[in-house]
């Protein structure tokens, strides 16, 4: 874990209470990186999916994952207090917790994905990564034998409990999902379930503060996930953007919609039929943004690999810890750790 003074030296939000007029250099991205806030791109055509009528579904997510890699659910199933109490307890930690209180929850920045509230990312030389503007709170939930809710704050007081009902909601959904995405293609509903293994879930929420420059930062760099499937949900701020056809889509905040990525190792299992989504997040200068994603993954140990059914594969088998660690030392640069394994 980290000491008091070195994870609080790094938080986002402490440079803006400082008021600082310019970003410091750590965070200002290099030239061709940094967005073009006077010329975003409406993300308005991403599909949106009913999945109370089951049968269109699943047609419209198979094109959903074919053409974007990204689609909204609604009538999803997961009840719309849940995804409005997770939000409002996610704001509640970042802007009414004391530091200090924070702190106690620090997450441990020299090993990937620790559990707790950081900001740092990735794991490469201090000087050499350009940070993202944006602390978390990282939570651990399935398997259950991960899940323990001492490690997440106690304020308020249903926190514990409601992210452990958010987590449950959400990995019934996701699993779901793998199941209309596997039929989409013609295959057992199991089959990238069973390709998959054990779920392994953690719920991060991100905090992104408003940014003196956000012409300069980004608040999430570009890339797609790693895992299997990730479900999202955000705040009315809006700054998530899904690249498509050589350009950057906002992707429209909707209340009660959860938002699907496809992630990489669903790539892998359906051969390169479903893409996953290459995304990131831009800062504002005004108005602090909260996201919530719910990264369903494979166990380290899993051996990823095409499906038998969608042969000859285009990509070669991975043990999906090695994935891992190639992701957080190289860091992601859009999809380069996934094209690397193209036969």
Request: glycine letters at 6%.
């Amino acid at each position: 874990m980290e000491t008091a003074a070195a994870s609080s030296s790094s938080r986002v939000e402490l440079i803006v209470k400082g008021n600082l007029p310019e970003v410091p250099c750590q965070y200002i991205q290099p030239p061709e990186a940094r967005p073009n806030l006077h010329n975003s791109v409406d993300g308005a055509s991403i599909p949106t999916v009913d999945l109370s009528s089951s049968d269109s579904a699943k047609e419209a997510i198979g094109d959903a994952c074919r053409n974007w890699g990204a689609f909204h659910v609604i009538n999803h199933g997961v009840p719309i207090h849940l995804l409005d109490r997770m939000r409002s307890l996610g704001l509640s930690f970042f802007r009414d917790s004391p530091m200090e209180d924070k702190l106690r929850y620090a997450c441990d920045s020299t090993s990937a994905a620790s559990e707790g509230y950081g900001s740092r990312m990735l794991l490469g030389a201090k000087d050499d990564v350009v940070l993202d503007w944006r602390d978390y709170f990282d939570h651990h939930t399935f398997p259950l034998s991960r899940r323990n809710p001492s490690r997440w704050p106690i304020h308020p007081p249903d926190y514990r409990q409601v992210v452990g009902g958010y987590g449950d909601e959400m990995k019934k959904l996701a699993q779901k999902l793998l199941g209309v995405i596997s039929e989409s293609l013609g295959l057992p509903c199991s089959s990238i379930e069973e390709a998959v293994g054990e779920i392994y879930q953690n719920i991060t929420v991100s905090y992104y503060p408003p940014c003196p420059q956000p012409e300069l930062t980004l608040g999430l760099q570009s890339h797609s996930d790693m895992g299997a499937i990730t479900l999202l949900i955000q705040d009315d701020v809006g700054g998530l953007q899904l690249y498509k056809d050589d350009q950057w889509l906002t992707v429209p905040p909707i209340s009660d919609a959860i938002l699907v990525l496809v992630a990489d190792q669903t790539e892998i299992i359906t051969n390169g039929i479903y893409k996953s989504a290459q995304h990131r997040a831009v800062t504002n200068a005004n108005r602090a943004r909260l996201s919530v994603a719910t990264f369903h993954d494979p166990s380290k140990t899993a051996r990823i690999a095409p499906v038998s059914q969608l042969s000859p594969p285009s990509y070669k088998e991975v043990v999906y810890g090695q994935y891992v660690s190639s992701w957080y030392s190289k860091g992601p640069e859009g999809k380069r750790n996934l094209d690397a394994l193209l036969c």
